[in-house]
């Protein structure tokens, strides 16, 4: 019998996300390979998750416009190739964002 305080999992640092300076406005480069970790409509939340993504690599939040609404993308890259690309997919679903897939813009 194991005694003791319960385990509890680490909680995510707290990050405070400041969405008017960390949205870009140069738009992503055409035909070049990404890594996509989120889209939001709420920039605070892509600021959020650009901050966490910091041990993957260098992330950007890019705004689009779908449907007559913006949603502000959360990228990493662009990637010199498939090889690279999917060696930056492999580090954001190590952090735990199993939803992020490579596009090409």
Do not use: C
């Not at 609404?69 to 954001?92: C, H, I, M, N, W």
């Not at 679903?93 to 090409?104: D, F, M, N, P, T």
Request: glycine letters at 6%.
């Amino acid at each position: 019998i194991v005694t003791g305080a319960p385990r509890t999992q680490p909680r995510p640092p707290t990050v405070v996300a400041t969405p008017s300076t960390d949205i870009s406005v140069t738009a992503p480069q055409p035909g070049a390979l990404y890594v996509q970790a989120g889209s939001f409509v709420d920039p605070a939340n892509a600021v959020r998750l650009k901050a966490l993504l910091r041990p993957a690599g260098d992330a950007s939040v890019t705004p689009a416009e779908v449907d007559a609404k913006t949603f502000y993308r959360v990228r990493l890259g662009p990637a010199q190739s498939l090889d690279e690309a999917d060696a930056l997919l492999a580090r954001v679903i190590e952090l735990g964002y199993s939803g992020a897939r490579i596009v090409v813009e």
